[in-house]
């Protein structure tokens, strides 16, 4: 029998590895090792630097009478270790020293510091670090189903330049503007006077010049609304009362600048709506909107020598009730002043330590007891305005923990809780912490009685106060969850500043921004413009351009414009009445 024979593939057999390749393996586990303990290392030193600060920042504040001032001298000596690592320390922060919960007061004050931003909850502090890791990529920031927001430009306008304090005053479809013109201060600007824009088209028309004899710089520095008739006040001393079609019907001449807003107020109860005005020598007068005629005359502070803009502002204390009121006026030097509205009595004055700018806040009512008002100055403290014996008084509540070059200039807000029962409404109080123009740092903090609710930092200063209002679709009915709409100034290169439009939830998240070519000094305006029962964002920027954006919110609104209401009240009942007025009967409105 023949044998067979079986073909065994052959095995390659393994060559043992050479001296350079084990050489060059045992280099590489070795470059591993050395860079892994470089890590640890680092992460090691990083952790103690950490530590460090941390420990540093909680010794000064322990033993500081002032925490502004050990959260300067904190900052003084730590700012360059942990600004190029900033969200890493906040983590560090929120995860390390604060596992369990925000507990810890004089903590929670170092992570305000390091981000400017405040939180109540681990959760929050998390979220808010995400949404800052991706604004940082120039994404947009992650939100729930429930806060998406569908933005789109609606139209541009070309307005004139606007500032801080410029009206801007949506009525019935049509927005008009106090323009400055070209140039602010300019007696030879042949663009000053009132602007109206389409608000369904965005096309833009000079609705009113004040006369060319009419001698000064012809800047209108603010509009009020009543009944068929258009108060606008000119930098050089004259209020016009127009009709709606621009004809003039009275034209008062006071000789002194007008340094703020007007404020439309029925005086004297007699069914027509009066104008109020704050003048540069320190007055307030108040003008008949039957006849045109000052019907009174108040010293409350003393003359401004050195106002380079209008910086007085006129706010409504009592908006219920018999007779007109009283009236809270403020003027930049920190004077303020209580007068009643039927005649200009003084019910009270007081002298603040520091400036103002942002104004007043009228908020007692029906809606919310209590207090009546509120100011913030530009140092950062919070006053109550209230009722002391037979007049009023102005009372020292707050602090905010501001750097030295921070300040508050823009006006007071109140933002109602989402869960809030009706008819036990307490309102959180809204401030705006800024810097300078070319300060790139700003902030909106919601307040509490208990201290800071929430702290959402905002890129650029923040010179316009912030609107109020719920963006979202959604019923009237049941919970508001609303919306704050900030506008800020954003340094650029070479001094090339640019804007920025951002909308924060009730919670204080960003849920929507919006970059804009230029700065914007003026405050946004939320409003149905168009009459389709769905909300429009208004906003002017430095290049003159009026811009709309359309949101899918239909209310309501809590504050729309920079006075809250067309009569410039600033008052939160005429701001909420006014804002959800139905299309159509926004001129018409009226109070007692």
Known sequence: MARRTIAIPAIARRSRPGPRLVR?????????????????????????????????????????????????????????????????????????????????????????????????????????????????????????????????????????????????????????????????????????????????????????????????????????????????????????????????????????????????????????????????????????????????????????????????????????????????????????????????????????????VAGGLGLASERYAGVPGYVADRAGRIWSISEIGNGYDGVPIRVLPLRHDERVLAALRTLTPARAEPGNETPLLLAAISGEFGVGRGAVVALSAEGSRWQCPIPGAIWGTPAVANLRMGRLTGPRPANVVVASIVPGVDAQATGMLTILSDRGHVVWQQALPAPVESSPVVADVTGNNRLEILVADQQGILWCFRTPGGGPVEWGTLGGDSHNTRHVDNAFGFGNRAFGYQAAWKTP
């Open 24 to 356: 060059f393996g045992a280099a590489g586990i070795l470059a591993l090792l050395m860079i892994a303990a470089a890590w640890i290392g680092i992460r090691t030193l990083v952790q103690r630097s950490f530590d460090w600060m941390t420990d540093r920042g909680l010794a000064l504040l322990a033993v500081s009478t002032s925490e502004a001032a050990a959260l300067d001298t904190w900052e003084a000596e730590t700012r360059a270790d942990w600004q190029r690592r900033k969200l890493d320390y906040v983590r560090y922060l929120v995860e390390r020293r604060n596992p369990n919960g925000l507990t810890h007061h004089h903590t929670r004050l170092l992570l305000s510091r390091v981000s400017d931003a405040d939180y109540p909850t681990v959760e929050d502090w998390q979220r808010w670090l995400r949404a800052a890791a991706r604004l940082e990529r120039g994404e947009a920031p992650a939100v729930t189903s429930s806060e998406r927001l569908d933005i789109t430009e609606l139209w541009r306008a070309p307005v004139g330049l606007t500032s801080w304090f410029s009206t801007i005053l949506p009525l019935d479809g049509e927005i008009f503007i106090a323009s400055l013109g070209r140039e602010f201060d300019d007696p030879n600007d042949p663009a000053d006077g009132v602007v109206r824009v389409d608000g369904a088209s965005g096309q833009a028309t000079l609705f009113f010049q004040p006369p060319p004899e009419h001698r000064g710089p012809r800047d209108v520095v603010g509009l009020a609304a009543s009944s068929g008739l258009l108060f606008v006040a000119c930098w050089n001393g004259t209020v016009y009362t127009l009709d709606m079609s621009g004809a003039i019907r009275f034209t008062t001449s006071l000789g002194d600048a007008i340094v703020g807003p007007p404020l439309a107020v029925d005086t004297n109860s007699d069914g027509t709506m009066d104008v109020v005005v704050p003048t540069r020598s320190g007055r307030i007068v108040a003008i008949s909107g039957r006849t045109g005629r000052v019907s009174w005359s108040t010293q409350v502070a003393p003359a401004m020598t050195t106002a380079s803009a209008p910086a007085a502002t006129l706010a409504r204390l009592t908006a219920t009730g018999p007779g007109p009121g009283n009236l809270l006026v403020t003027f930049p030097d920190g004077h303020l002043a209580v007068v009643a509205a039927v005649n200009g009595a003084l019910r009270g004055q007081r002298a603040l330590a520091t400036t103002t």
